[in-house]
């Protein structure tokens, strides 16, 4: 479907003109990021052309208005508004009044929807334990590092090195470097951002990295269920913390098809971590919460970071698990994914 398609579809769902099967089709389209992104711009031009509009309307009736005042206005005089045009000035009064909070109202709307979601990156303000390994890592011991600005949570996707986050975690990062008690500290380098999805993929760098494990999950490719019992683990403190629920709804913050609500609470520093179904095998990434809903957190879901994996963007082949060899219980489970799941330290 081209773009001038998609706009034409949408402009035929604002007037209610869909078929069933046009609505299948686009929603269809809307999966994909591409399509999604020009849908959303397209819905702001709308809105900006709507306010324009009703801008115009009450100037124009306004001009209108002082035009009869001044054909009636006596010289030498003074003029008095006839009672025939109290209810006209009425209503100009009343559109201006409508707009003036209208305006006011979206702008507060804007700013409470941007503070009813939250990144669950976490602001640190004083590490010691990282800056003391790093230090080794790279045999300054003499130089102070300064301590990271952000963290988050990641995890590998591949024996080779590559690892999975969310973007908001390391989008503004000058350098970042990686950390867990299996596989010790290692700088890292963001080889593929993707705003849309909130996701990204790193590389670690270092030559001492090794890891002596392979990989014991699988990337889900279809839609976990509703209900469906979930766990993550993650860095929201310096200690790995576990955390389990549900899928609590299909879709994400806003209706988002490509994320899904989960009753887990998390915190900052959560961002990243995987999001896991009771085989152990990873269906989504922690992205975010909903602040004004307690206990409303979202992931991205897996098929999307599948999508990432596999573009033809990155230059460089990423090996996937083809196999799960996760045994046990979740306890188990999690003595597995413990060592693959790190902490993202950001600086910048």
């Not at 208005?65 to 005089?77: A, M």
């Not at 279809?222 to 469906?228: F, R, T, V, W």
């Not at 196999?323 to 910048?348: A, E, I, S």
Request: charged share 25%; net charge neutral; hydrophobic share 40%.
């Amino acid at each position: 479907m081209s773009e001038r398609d998609l706009i034409e579809l949408l402009d035929r769902q604002s007037r209610g003109d869909l078929s069933h099967q046009e609505t299948i089709q686009l929603e269809e389209a809307l999966k994909h990021p591409e399509m999604r992104a020009a849908a959303e711009k397209h819905g702001v031009l709308l809105s900006q052309l709507h306010a324009y509009g009703k801008r115009q309307a009450l100037h124009t009736m306004m001009d209108s208005l002082h035009e009869t005042i001044d054909e009636q206005k006596p010289k030498g005089k003074r003029v008095f508004l006839r009672k025939a045009y109290w209810p006209i000035a009425g209503i100009a009064a009343s559109i201006a009044l409508i707009s003036v909070i209208f305006t006011w109202s979206l702008n507060q709307s804007v700013q409470d929807k941007m503070e009813e979601y939250k990144e669950l990156r976490l602001e640190v303000q004083r590490i010691e334990k990282s800056q003391n390994a790093i230090v080794k890592e790279i045999k300054e011991k003499e130089k102070a590092i300064q301590p990271s600005r952000y963290s988050g949570t990641g995890f590998f996707i591949s024996s080779k090195g590559y690892l999975v986050t969310s973007y908001h975690v390391v989008k503004d990062a000058d350098s970042v470097y990686i950390e867990n008690g299996a596989v010790g500290n290692h700088k890292a380098e963001v080889i593929y951002l993707d705003a849309l999805s909130d996701l990204a993929l790193l590389k670690v760098v270092s030559d001492t990295f090794e890891m002596k494990t392979s990989i014991p999950f699988l990337i889900r490719t279809a839609e976990a269920d509703l209900g469906e019992e979930v766990y993550t683990l993650g860095f929201p403190r310096e200690d790995i913390v576990f955390g389990e629920g549900s899928i609590s709804a299909l879709t994400g913050y806003r209706q988002n098809p490509t994320a899904y609500q989960i009753s887990i609470p998390v915190n900052p520093g959560n961002s990243g971590g995987p999001l896991l179904n009771s085989k152990g095998d990873l269906i989504g990434v922690i992205s975010g919460i909903q602040t004004k809903l307690t206990g409303a957190a979202f992931a991205v879901k897996s098929t999307s970071l599948y999508e990432v994996v596999k573009n033809d963007s990155i230059h460089e082949t990423i090996p996937l698990p083809r196999q799960n060899t996760m045994r046990g219980n979740r306890v188990d489970q999690v003595k597995k994914w413990k060592d693959l799941v790190v902490m993202v330290r950001v600086y910048n």
